[in-house]
């Protein structure tokens, strides 16, 4: 045992498996300060020897025992590790071996879990390699340049100066142009505003305007006789009968049924395998108390004992957590222990729980969904993790350091995804739905 070990206490009924668990932490140089049966102590007795981590051995009997225990299991200043009795006992030879070295990560004795000598492999699956640099030849700039233009007409002469004769006589005006000869008459009504607005002032309107073009070709325009005419009766009340037709049209109209289907929601998907458990605990124990997306645990178990995984991932998180089946809906903020013989398919109100499970990633609306993978996640599926992440979808798996089963988790950061510690993600998926 190290002096800087840390101190555990072991949770477990006398037998086999209780033995095994306490093999493994004396090999992985543990501190062991209380070994005691659930059923037959208290949560003071475990409390009062200061542990720094919990190692609970479920069966039958614990998980109704573990109930008395809500003040450890939520202390967060101890990190509680769940196994099951069954695999304790049926864990052997390497597979007993990666277990200590799991533990011994755990207890911060260890910076990996891979086996001595390997090390380096983590490393190499945790940094993608490094980009080559493309350099591209400096292209010359060509400017341009523009053809010559024309040059610009030169402008016409000022127009003369307006004459004026007799208010009582129509002034005639001629004005010369290089193109035509204009001749502007003006009435008495235009004389008698020039002579009270001055002799630089224009008259708004024009009695008769010749046009003599330099062709020769008379052309004529004529303003004349434009006035309002005086508002009939019945002109006046169309526009009341309209709008009394308009109203009656709309008190006669009926209310169509909504036919919009409702939105899609995404999902917040959770792949993991051997050593996942811990990792799930740890996430959903980190998730706000009303985080609104459905959160489907997808966790691979030897023994398929996934209603006991309820009733462990329900201590971990105020979420409900529920076992899915097939037909039901997916309701938001709601935990699904998710098998690995179901899938999810869009219907009329939303996503549903179906018997597909290989079009799981396919059926989920990437653009509001979430995939993590954690510890022992199936490394088949990153290819297609990685196409809802082009798709939208927010993407990351478990950080190296501590993950027991790492081939999924490095595979992903290998291709530039995101990488984190369970309680990280579950920041990350707060921050991305709050």
Partial sequence: ????????????RPGAARDRMREALDQ????????????????????????????????????????????????????????????????VGWDAARWVRHLRAKLGLADT?????????????????????????????????????????????????????????????????????VTVELGDEAAHYVHEHGADALPPFVAKLDLELADATPSEIRIEGLELEEDHAADSSRF????????????????VEDRTKATTRGVVLVMAG??????????????????????????????????????????ATA?????????????????YILPPTLGVQQDAQGLAFNDLPADLLASLPANDSAVLLLSGADPAQVDAVMKMAGAGALVAGQSLDGCYDVAAPAALASRGGQAGKPQDLARRLAERWH
């Fill in 1 to 12: 045992m190290s002096n800087h070990a840390r101190r555990v206490v072991l949770l477990a």
């Fill in 28 to 91: 992985a140089g543990a501190n062991i300060v209380l070994e005691a049966d659930p059923a037959a102590t208290d949560q003071a007795t475990v409390l009062a020897s200061q542990p720094q981590m919990a190692l609970i051995v479920l069966d039958a009997s614990t998980d109704e025992a573990l109930d008395r225990f809500d003040g450890v299991l939520s202390d967060p200043a101890i990190e509680v590790l769940f196994e099951e009795a069954e695999h304790a006992v049926g864990r």
């Fill in 113 to 181: 879990v891979l086996p001595p000598g390997r090390e380096a492999e983590a490393q190499d699956l945790a940094v993608p390699a490094p980009v080559a640099a493309v350099v591209v030849p400096a292209t010359p700039v060509v400017t341009a340049v523009p053809p010559e233009m024309p040059p610009l007409p030169e402008m016409p002469p000022p127009l003369p100066e307006l004459a004026l004769l007799d208010n009582d006589e129509v002034a005639p005006i001629e004005l010369h142009t290089d193109m035509e000869l």
């Fill in 240 to 255: 009341h009968n309209d709008m009394v037709d308009l109203h009656s049209r709309i008190a006669a109209m009926e209310l």
């Fill in 274 to 315: 051997i050593g996942g458990p811990d990792a799930v605990r740890q996430l959903l124990g980190a998730l706000p108390e009303r985080f609104p997306q459905p959160v489907l645990v997808q966790q691979r178990l030897d023994g398929g004992h996934y209603d006991k995984l309820v009733a462990q991932m329900q201590r």
């Fill in 319 to 335: 979420l409900p957590v529920k076992l899915a089946a097939s037909g039901d809906a997916v309701a938001p903020a709601t935990v």
